[in-house]
């Protein structure tokens, strides 16, 4: 029931007993039949209410704010007359219209007006019987409207029965709400006890009820009385049930609550026996962690951050949730290496051994490496370019890093950044969170033990972003020497000095890496190895380190470097050397097998012993294909696992001149092969040609191995060459490679990626390679030990790749062309 309102009317009508003798009826009189009975004028005076809706019989105070209403009132009570009050659809409406106003509304008389102290007016009004409003006749000095008088349907003899359920229910479930409720005053129990009548009941407890005006309005349009009953019935219902359930929640609440007083009570019972008899465990906590934070070396700021936040946890209960994440956060201050250095031994010659011991070739990242370390020396501090190690797998890019910190004395720790794609894996959550941790680059720190370990960030070009934020665009902070003296962690809410950190990263390629996160790093091109330095690595690391692994003890196994040269150019193709640590596996898994069946096994191991255990080669050392079909040039191919070679294959038959393109190329290469195609039509003459054969034949080029996708411009010089051989009916220069990027205009571009093309060329048998002329830089860089064997043609032009690649020979049954 509305609470308020039933509290407000017994006051007002309270007031008007005291002020006046005049006697106010707040129970209707007469039955139902005789408010149907009742007289409505064919017009009325219309008062808008706002907030209210009043019903038949019902007796409410309102309080009039507008002239006009004011007005009304007053020429009402001096005729003794009638007047329609009638809701207003919006209450923020000053001077409605029809539409405005509700169709329904209930013809009143004027009980009483009250001049209240603040000089405002109210008046007591009763409702006598509904209306509907037909139509508003004049607008002043007030509202003046034409009205149809609606009867109440009465129940009959079929529905008496029903109907008299509905009032006692209605009766019943106001009494509850009444008893329930602290706010409505006993009278209103004591008034619904003492009405007689049943419709006044229904109109009396609807006008006092906990409804909306909509839904007051609903139940005041209802035409039978049951059917209103039955409305008002519903919404009682619900009424109850909330103030049940209202009453259940705050008895709980208060339960909680003196539950949390008694455990506090006896925490402070226990901690006066604990202070008796000695110490508690929880102040043995935070005492201990006093201990450990006055043998730290951190500076003032993190100081006072501990000093507050311990104070923080002794304020605390410890039964409280709360208590825990501080305990926490205070371990992990406590945990973090603040400013635990360790000593550097910067013995470059001794790095230098360390370096030889792990490493087997590799001579030029080395060096670059004892450089960096060199002026890490001389300096005596870290504001230098952080190293990047890139290259294709299985090198010792990770390895290297590990060295590095043996070398120097430094404590390893490595991150692996692959599939990393939330910005709180780097920076951490902020310890208000449930679960909350530091980010990795501090768990990383703290599990080192230093503040200056030899950081490995691994696959640094694995990074993903995602909605949860951008790792790489975290990582600046970290990477960039002018920024990382002041990382800030959420977790730690404190900044971490991380420029005494050696950060090392390690990736495949370079063009996945963010461009300022790249700008922010030194590239070292891990590069491939020949085939004598894998020999070598087998035989100093992988084969002792898999003899070892598999129980083979020393001197119960050997290969001479003639059958490991075997084993990798028959079971590997590769850069690095991850495919041959696991051929290794898999050979000293077989001699385990036979040394654990007592059987006899080889010391030496012979070429025949390997194909036994290993089965049948996977790859043959020479792929060069011979010269005898036109159309077929090898090119040099860069892929994420090292250099390949690719043959461009061409053919030509009868027909208008169209171009077939196979091989799952990308766009880039597909573009080579129509700029290769337009270059030759346009210099036809320069090969004896005639610029109307071109549109005779039809020309299809395929790459072989369509399954794997191919895609860049490398392959430009030679799919050139192969068009001009088909064409010409010439043989292409025996073990001749090439690789490089064509313009419409002939000119030959540089590629990237050749110390793993040229290793890929030594490996398929290749003598010969063509390069652009701005590629001899690069050669230049290499070691003289990986151009053994290599003649290298640099060229400006396509006439000069065609002059040396073709020869004046024709091919076995030249087509006539």
Same mark, same amino acid.
């Given at each position: 029931m509305n609470k308020n309102k039933t509290k407000q009317n017994s006051i007002y009508l309270s007031e008007v007993f005291e002020s006046d003798a005049e006697f106010i009826p707040i129970v209707a009189e007469g039955d139902d039949q005789s408010v149907n009975e009742l007289e409505v004028p064919d017009t009325?005076?219309?008062?808008?209410?706002?907030?209210?809706?009043?019903?038949?019989?019902?007796?409410?105070?309102?309080?009039?704010?507008?002239?006009?209403?004011?007005?009304?009132?007053?020429?009402?009570?001096?005729?003794?007359?009638?007047?329609?009050? #009638?809701?207003?659809? =919006?209450?923020?409406v000053d001077d409605p219209q029809k539409e405005d106003l509700y169709e329904v509304g209930t013809m009143a008389k004027v009980i009483k007006i009250l001049e209240m102290?603040?000089? @405002?007016?109210?008046?007591?009004?009763?409702?006598?019987? +509904?209306?509907?409003?037909?139509?508003?006749?004049?607008?002043?000095?007030?509202?003046?409207? /034409?009205?149809?008088?609606?009867?109440?349907?009465?129940?009959?003899?079929?529905?008496?029965?029903?109907?008299?359920a509905v009032v006692s229910s209605i009766k019943d479930l106001s009494l509850r709400v009444i008893k329930a409720s602290s706010h409505i005053p006993p009278e209103a129990s004591f008034a619904i006890k003492n009405i007689e009548n049943d419709g006044f009941l229904i109109n009396f407890v609807g006008s006092n009820s906990?409804?909306?005006?909509?839904?007051?309005?609903?139940?005041?349009?209802?035409?039978?009385?049951? %059917? +209103?009953?039955?409305?008002?019935?519903?919404?009682?219902?619900?009424?109850?049930?909330?103030?049940?359930?209202?009453? =259940?929640?705050?008895?709980?609440?208060?339960?909680?609550?003196?539950?949390?007083?008694?455990?506090?009570?006896?925490?402070?019972? #226990?901690?006066? #026996?604990?202070?008796?008899?000695?110490?508690?465990?929880?102040?043995?906590?935070?005492?201990?962690?006093?201990?450990?934070?006055?043998?730290?070396?951190?500076?003032?700021?993190?100081?006072?951050?501990?000093?507050?936040?311990?104070? *923080?946890?002794?304020r605390l209960n410890p039964a409280a949730g709360e208590y825990s994440v501080q305990y926490n956060y205070l371990q992990t201050l406590l945990d973090v290496p603040w400013n635990d250095y360790t000593?550097?031994?910067?013995?470059?010659?001794?790095?230098?051994?360390?370096?030889?011991?792990?490493?087997?070739?590799?001579?030029?990242?080395?060096?670059?490496?004892?450089?960096?370390?060199?002026v890490l020396?001389? *300096?005596?501090?870290?504001?230098?370019?952080?190293?990047?190690?890139?290259?294709?797998? $299985?090198? $010792?890019?990770?390895?290297?890093?590990?060295?590095?910190?043996?070398?120097?004395?430094?404590?390893?720790?490595?991150?692996?950044?692959?599939?990393?794609?939330?910005?709180?894996?780097?920076? $951490?959550?902020?310890?208000?969170?449930?679960?909350?941790?530091?980010?990795?680059?501090?768990?990383?720190?703290?599990?080192?033990?230093?503040?200056?370990?030899?950081?490995?960030? %691994?696959?640094?070009?694995? #990074?993903?972003?995602?909605?949860?934020?951008?790792?790489? @665009?975290?990582?600046?902070?970290?990477?960039?020497?002018? &920024?990382n003296e002041h990382f800030h962690d959420n977790y730690l809410e404190v900044d971490f000095d991380l420029s005494n950190v050696m950060f090392i990263a390690t990736a495949n390629t370079i063009g996945n890496i963010a461009q300022p996160l790249l700008d922010r790093m030194e590239l070292i091109d891990v590069s491939g190895y020949i085939l004598d330095e894998k020999v070598e690595i087998a035989r100093r690391h992988l084969l002792p380190y898999q003899m070892e692994n598999h129980g083979i003890?020393?001197?119960?196994? @050997?290969?001479?470097?003639?059958?490991?040269?075997?084993?990798?150019?028959?079971?590997t193709r590769e850069s690095g050397v991850r495919e041959l640590n696991k051929v290794l596996a898999k050979l000293c898994r077989k001699v385990a097998l036979k040394i654990a069946k007592d059987e006899e096994v080889k010391k030496n191991?012979?070429?025949?012993?390997?194909?036994?255990?290993?089965?049948?080669?996977?790859?043959? /050392?020479?792929?060069? &294909?011979?010269?005898?079909?036109?159309?077929?040039?090898?090119?040099?191919?860069?892929?994420?696992?090292?250099?390949?070679?690719?043959?461009v294959e061409s053919s030509i038959s009868k027909g208008k001149g169209k171009l077939t393109l196979t091989g799952n190329l990308g766009d880039v290469m597909k573009e080579s092969a129509v700029l290769a195609l337009e270059y030759l039509r346009a210099n036809a003459e320069m090969l004896g040609l005639k610029t109307e054969t071109f549109d005779e034949w039809n020309i299809h080029v395929h790459v072989p191995e369509g399954a794997i996708p191919k895609d860049g411009p490398s392959a430009g010089v030679t799919m050139v060459t192969s068009l001009a051989s088909i064409f010409t009916q010439r043989k292409v220069r025996a073990r001749l490679a090439m690789t490089g990027e064509i313009t419409l205009r002939g000119k030959v571009l540089p590629v990237g990626g050749i110390k793993e093309k040229i290793l890929a060329a030594k490996r398929a048998g290749i003598t010969d390679i063509i390069l652009s002329q701005d590629n001899k830089k690069d050669i230049d860089e290499i070691n003289d030990i990986y151009l053994e064997g290599l003649t290298f043609h640099f060229v400006k032009e396509i006439s000069e790749v065609l002059a040396f690649a073709l020869l004046d020979e024709k091919v076995k049954k030249p087509l006539s062309i």
């Open positions: 009325l005076p219309i008062l808008p209410l706002r907030n209210t809706v009043l019903f038949p019989g019902v007796i409410i105070p309102i309080s009039l704010g507008r002239a006009k209403s004011l007005q009304l009132i007053k020429e009402v009570q001096r005729n003794k007359g009638y007047f329609g009050a #009638i809701a207003q659809r =919006d209450v923020k102290p603040d000089n @405002s007016t109210s008046v007591i009004i009763q409702g006598k019987k +509904r209306f509907r409003l037909d139509e508003i006749v004049t607008d002043e000095p007030y509202h003046l409207a /034409k009205v149809t008088g609606l009867e109440d349907i009465l129940p009959n003899d079929n529905t008496k029965s029903e109907f008299e906990e409804m909306s005006v909509k839904e007051k309005q609903d139940v005041l349009e209802c035409e039978s009385l049951l %059917d +209103r009953g039955m409305a008002l019935l519903e919404h009682l219902a619900r009424e109850v049930q909330m103030q049940e359930l209202k009453n =259940d929640i705050q008895s709980k609440v208060k339960q909680d609550i003196d539950q949390q007083q008694r455990e506090y009570l006896l925490q402070q019972q #226990i901690k006066t #026996i604990q202070d008796e008899l000695g110490s508690s465990p929880i102040e043995q906590e935070v005492r201990d962690l006093r201990e450990r934070a006055e043998k730290k070396k951190w500076n003032k700021e993190v100081a006072d951050l501990f000093a507050k936040e311990i104070d *923080k946890l002794q000593k550097d031994n910067y013995d470059l010659k001794r790095a230098e051994r360390f370096l030889d011991r792990d490493h087997y070739g590799l001579d030029k990242v080395k060096e670059r490496i004892l450089e960096h370390l060199a020396k001389l *300096k005596g501090e870290l504001k230098s370019p952080i190293i990047c190690l890139y290259g294709p797998p $299985g090198v $010792g890019k990770t390895s290297l890093g590990k060295s590095v910190a043996n070398a120097i004395g430094r404590k390893y720790v490595r991150m692996s950044l692959g599939g990393v794609h939330d910005e709180a894996e780097i920076r $951490g959550h902020r310890k208000t969170y449930i679960g909350a941790m530091p980010g990795r680059i501090i768990q990383n720190i703290k599990k080192g033990g230093s503040a200056n370990p030899v950081f490995i960030l %691994d696959e640094i070009d694995k #990074i993903s972003s995602s909605f949860h934020g951008d790792p790489a @665009s975290a990582l600046l902070e970290v990477l960039d020497p002018e &920024q003890a020393k001197g119960k196994l @050997s290969i001479n470097k003639n059958v490991l040269g075997y084993i990798v150019e028959s079971y191991l012979t070429i025949k012993d390997v194909a036994e255990f290993l089965g049948v080669p996977r790859f043959s /050392k020479d792929k060069w &294909q011979d010269n005898s079909t036109a159309g077929v040039v090898t090119g040099l191919a860069w892929t994420a696992v090292g250099g390949e070679i690719l043959f």
